[in-house]
């Protein structure tokens, strides 16, 4: 298993896999090449600071972190389609209201 230091974004990130995601432990020791006893303190030491979130359990909105689970990445996916419909849905009126006040009277 790998001794370097992690940056508090790359712990959470992980932190986020167990509690939101649902991933096991050993599993993401595994695949990252982190020792369990790390990921397992980290979880501690998060669930014990779990005042730095709000009510829900939500980060703050004004923090971005640059990792995401997947879980965030399928929300944020529908999110961007639903955008993209009602976007092209409004893209294609105007069109259709741009060729009738267009229109020469006949």
Do not use: C
């Not at 980290?42 to 829900?56: P, T």
């Not at 939500?58 to 955008?83: A, C």
């Amino acid at each position: 298993m790998s001794t370097k230091p992690y940056d508090l974004e790359y712990r959470e990130y992980v932190y986020r896999l167990v509690l939101e995601d649902g991933k096991v432990v050993a599993e993401l020791s595994r695949e990252l090449n982190i020792a369990q006893a790390s990921i397992f303190r980290w979880l501690k030491i998060y669930k014990e600071k779990i005042g730095w979130y709000d009510a829900n359990g939500k980060r703050p909105k004004t923090y971005e972190l640059p990792y995401k689970t997947e879980s965030e990445l399928k929300n944020e996916n529908s999110e961007l389609k639903k955008t993209l419909e009602q976007t092209m849905e409004e893209n294609a009126i105007l069109k259709k209201a741009m060729h009738v006040f267009t229109k020469a009277p006949e």
